[in-house]
């Protein structure tokens, strides 16, 4: 007795493959659009990487309080309310106060980069790379050093920066899907 097994073949799977080619082509175009967007308007697209934010955030607390009143929660049900009434809060005050939540939220972060970067580059004058003091080293960690105070002292446009970045890997990984795609559509042919 012999049972049949339904293993598609190579063919079959190369067809089914290339089938799809159209879902990277379009991620690739919509993630070009959005690097462009994000290049020609960074305030816009830093604002609304806020704005959504703060929609996540009410959204998430919304979830939390539900899960805490229905009891299907490992923590404790109380302080998952009290964090999904946080959480709502601060989504509103992130919704209706975006500039100013951008400003606290930037200069918070900048304030942990820069220390960050500060610690690492003054690890670096004192202590060397692998034990060893070196003139590299020396000169790498005043880099840090100095790098880690520009971060420090200019919040908003470490924030901005980061934007530009951003845009940068939406364009090249559009770029990349969409190259993606036509090889995938090529597939069925080879």
């Not at 946080?86 to 820069?114: D, K, Q, R, W, Y």
Request: aromatic share 12%.
């Amino acid at each position: 007795m012999t049972i049949e097994t339904n293993t598609p073949t190579e063919e079959a799977l190369k067809e089914a493959i290339a089938s799809l080619w159209w879902m990277p082509l379009v991620r690739g175009i919509l993630l070009i659009i959005f690097g462009m967007i994000m290049f020609s308007s960074p305030g816009s697209t830093l604002l609304s990487l806020i704005w959504f934010m703060g929609i996540y955030w009410i959204v998430d607390g919304i979830f939390s309080i539900i899960e805490g009143l229905r009891g299907h929660t490992e923590k404790s049900r109380t302080w998952t309310i009290v964090g999904g009434i946080f959480g709502i809060l601060a989504g509103i005050f992130i919704v209706g106060n975006p500039v100013i939540a951008g400003m606290i939220g930037s200069g918070f972060l900048a304030t942990l980069l820069g220390i960050a970067t500060i610690a690492n580059g003054t690890v670096i004058i004192f202590a060397g790379r692998n034990g060893q003091w070196t003139w590299w080293g020396l000169i790498m960690g005043i880099l840090y050093v100095i790098f880690g105070i520009v971060i420090f002292s200019h919040p908003l446009l470490t924030m901005s920066t980061l934007v530009w970045i951003f845009a940068l890997w939406a364009l090249i990984s559009g770029v990349l899907a969409i190259v993606l795609a036509f090889k995938m559509r090529g597939l069925a042919k080879a």
